[in-house]
């Protein structure tokens, strides 16, 4: 276990998880919204804090009631908030992030105007008590006098460094960490075909640190000082969330290394971790095995005449499944009539012609197509409807 320091921004994410990533000037639906705590540094903390170390983090916070929201939930993610400077001015920083659901991939629009942490904050926190500070590469008007003394006064704790995008000044503060992490935004500003290509070149500034260089599902590169740039391949999995993989990633490597792992090795438990997060969606739990989803029907057990009802997860009575034309509607087995399952009686009848279906306690018709009862007592009540997914193989998954 390691007592460690995260300097860098905490952020307020607005999430919507849509079905595709939408065309510009459209106007489309959200399936969910979520909000979550976010912040590179803020991300890779609560990994780390899940991997067992004593965690801090240095930020800067408004006085909003997202600030009171934003420290509440830090502190029950295990993340120490004492060093914590508060601004008047400035409102808590914000990411929309549409987050699409067909491929995982995550669009930050990211809105600040928050001051970041100031120079004379931070020399004020006794870092020696710290065995292992991680810096955001950002807040270039302070961050070199920060790395300074801590350079200085520091004797034997490593100092990682996050180089998320191209900043004026960048290059010249690269010489103060021990590891650093260039993400492949960068090293695409930059110019870089790929990893290896950025590692090389970024080596010149950095000679004494351990490199790594992210790639999302190419991999990651990664060079020791004197040793050639390696290349760890990326886990062929699905991808359902990716928003902060790569801060998850950073903790497993920085947990690695402190626990005395070769780089090489670092970057494998980064990797690991990085896909398990992908995996599932948001940041909790990392550490527990993934729970495999299991499909609740195939779509060659539907037909347009009959309804199936299924066991479901969560679902009391279960779900009635019906194919709709070529796709699937689901609907909880509830009548809203008198909240019983429509096949308290007997079974649902179905009429493919009308497209409705029946309650079977007070023949309440229902139509397939949005559950809306066009007949019976309960008119114009809606049956409580299911999102699903229809896999390729015919596999029918209720969505979270
Ligand atoms: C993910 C993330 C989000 C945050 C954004 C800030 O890496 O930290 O949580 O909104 O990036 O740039």
Redesign the pocket.
């Known amino acids: 276990m390691s007592k460690i320091l995260g300097i860098g921004?905490c952020?307020l994410?607005i999430i919507l998880s849509i079905n595709d990533y939408p065309a510009e000037d459209s106007e489309v639906r959200a399936n969910k919204k979520t909000l979550?705590?976010?912040?590179?540094v803020?991300?890779t903390l609560y990994a780390l804090s899940q991997l067992k170390h004593e965690v801090a983090i240095c930020t800067t916070f408004a006085t909003d009631d997202q600030a009171k929201w934003i420290t509440k939930t830090l502190q029950e993610r295990g993340i120490n908030t004492e060093f914590t400077q508060k601004f008047i001015q400035g409102a808590t920083?914000t990411?929309y992030?549409n987050l699409s659901q067909s491929n995982g991939s995550?669009t930050?629009v990211?809105y600040r105007d928050l001051p970041e942490v100031s120079f004379d904050f931070f020399a004020k926190i006794e870092i020696e008590d710290f065995d292992w500070l991680h810096f955001e590469g950002r807040n270039l008007e302070h961050l070199p006098g920060m790395l300074n003394i801590a350079k200085t006064f520091l004797t034997h704790q490593p100092i990682s460094l996050e180089v998320?995008k191209d900043r004026i000044g960048i290059d010249a503060i690269l010489t103060q960490a021990n590891v650093i992490f260039f993400s492949h935004h960068f090293a695409k500003q930059r110019g870089f075909k790929d990893g290896a290509e950025c590692l090389k070149a970024m080596r010149q500034a950095a000679p004494q640190a351990h490199l790594i260089c992210t790639w999302g599902e190419n991999g990651a590169w990664f060079s020791s000082p004197n040793q050639t740039v390696n290349h760890h391949p990326a886990q062929q999995i699905k991808v359902i969330d990716s928003?902060?993989?790569?801060?998850v990633f950073n903790a497993g490597v920085i947990n690695a290394l402190a626990a005395g792992k070769a780089l090489a090795y670092a970057v494998k438990d980064g990797s690991d971790l990085a896909a398990r997060k992908c995996q599932q969606i948001g940041l909790d739990n990392l550490l527990a095995p993934l729970a495999v989803k299991k499909p609740i029907a195939n779509f060659k057990q539907l037909s347009n005449a009959k309804t199936l009802v299924v066991k479901a997860l969560g679902q009391k009575h279960g779900v009635v499944l019906i194919k709709y034309e070529d796709e699937v509607r689901a609907y909880v087995n509830n009548c809203p009539h008198q909240d019983v399952p429509l096949t308290e009686a007997y079974k649902i009848d179905v009429n493919p012609f009308e497209k409705t279906m029946k309650c079977s306690v007070h023949d309440a018709f229902f139509k397939i197509d949005d559950g809306e009862c066009v007949e019976g007592p309960c008119l114009n009540d809606y049956l409580q409807s299911l999102e699903v997914t229809l896999e390729e193989n015919g596999d029918i998954y209720l969505n979270d």
Do not use: M, T, W
């Open positions: 921004n952020v994410d979550q705590v976010g912040g590179n803020a991300n920083p990411s992030i995550r930050i990211h998320e928003l902060g993989a790569g801060d």
